[in-house]
């Protein structure tokens, strides 16, 4: 007898050891940056560059393209598109 599916699925798994939250923030937080950087180098802009515009330390901006680093904050991210000329959206689905 075949079985398709045994078990449940991963977002069940993650629900059960309390990290599905933190795998979709960081999930979003990886789409968010490579947007940013497609942008970035859309506009020939550097790291550095975007830095001064967002008035922040290339560390700080660092921390939102490094794949180790989950949290950031909305306030970072609305600095960047704003120093893009472009609009951060959050929504609820």
Do not use: N, P, Y
């Amino acid at each position: 007898m075949k079985q398709e599916h045994i078990g449940s699925d991963f977002d069940d798994f993650l629900k059960q050891d309390d990290l599905l939250a933190e795998c979709e923030a960081g999930a979003l937080k990886r789409v968010v940056a490579w947007q940013i950087e497609r942008e970035m180098k859309r506009r020939k802009i550097s790291r550095a560059k975007l830095a001064s515009r967002m008035k922040t330390s290339r560390a700080t901006l660092d921390r939102l393209f490094s794949d180790k680093e989950s949290s950031v904050t909305l306030q970072l991210l609305e600095q960047a598109a704003l120093a893009l000329d472009r609009k951060l959206k959050v929504e609820l689905a």
